[in-house]
């Protein structure tokens, strides 16, 4: 942690170490709260993060006893008018996707609840993992305003079956259950969570940077296709794989029985 004494005032903190950036969201009392400023300080830090080739895996946690509870209901009431509603949405999904535009990847540290776009924002990241004590909902429709925008994350997450039930009830799904339906990558006790997390993006951070990041790109780009046009776009992504520097050392590495070189 950041010995600034300032540090504690922060919206969002940043530790960075041996490739792997930590941005943790700093507003424990407001169960970290997706505010406009919130939003902003997510934003500005991705953008910056993208650009630095030293980073190679993010991880995104956040303070306090929940992870994050989603938007802030009363700046929403405060906004009044659908165009002013709409620009905050519109920030937030510009956000959201700038999670899956990075070349890095990003691994969501849930320690506590996640609701309606704080559950969106687990979805949205490459990878989770949760401790045991992680709960998630999606529950606008009890109070008048379905989750919509959460359900675009959470429905390429899990089946529609699951998403649905999620985006109906608003009822809580336990860790364990969101292990099982594909929510998370996998589940720890609250105590091993940030060595478990650490341990699965160092992993990561040792793969070739230029692989990772075209494999990333590539992986969503073919998501969204019918399968003739995926396979024409994993092809040329595979190929481009092959024919760079690091595919070149990596399959010389392979032919001569030795392990492949750090980048």
């Not at 993060?49 to 993010?58: E, K, L, P, T, Y």
């Not at 949405?89 to 990075?102: E, G, P, W, Y």
């Not at 003739?228 to 070149?248: L, N, P, Q, V």
Request: aromatic share 4%; with cysteine.
């Amino acid at each position: 942690m950041s010995a600034n004494p300032k540090a504690e005032e922060s919206l969002l903190l940043r530790e960075d170490r041996d490739g792997i950036c930590t941005l943790i969201m700093n507003r424990p009392a407001q169960m970290n709260l997706l505010t406009s400023e919130m939003l902003d300080a997510l934003q500005e830090s991705f953008n910056q993060i993208s650009a630095d080739q030293r980073v190679r895996v993010v991880v995104l946690a956040a303070n306090g006893k929940g992870f994050c509870a989603g938007h802030d209901i009363k700046e929403i009431r405060a906004l009044k008018e659908l165009p002013k509603i709409e620009a905050l949405f519109a920030k937030c999904s510009r956000m959201m996707q700038s999670i899956t535009a990075l070349p890095q990847p990003v691994i969501a540290r849930v320690q506590g609840a996640a609701a309606a776009a704080g559950c969106q924002l687990v979805a949205q990241c490459d990878l989770a993992i949760a401790s045991d004590a992680a709960k998630f909902t999606t529950p606008g429709v009890t109070w008048g305003f379905f989750c919509s925008t959460p359900g675009v994350a959470v429905g390429r997450n899990i089946s529609r079956k699951r998403a649905m039930e999620m985006l109906l009830t608003g009822d809580l799904v336990d860790a364990q259950k969101a292990a099982e339906w594909g929510l998370v990558n996998r589940v720890v006790p609250a105590a091993e969570l940030e060595a478990a997390t650490i341990e699965l993006a160092t992993r990561i951070a040792e793969k070739p940077p230029v692989t990772v990041a075209t494999g990333k790109r590539a992986f969503y780009e073919q998501m969204e296709l019918g399968a003739a046009k995926a396979y024409e776009a994993a092809s040329c992504a595979i190929s481009a794989s092959f024919a760079h520097d690091e595919g070149r050392q990596g399959m010389d590495a392979f032919l001569e029985k030795r392990k492949p070189p750090k980048h």
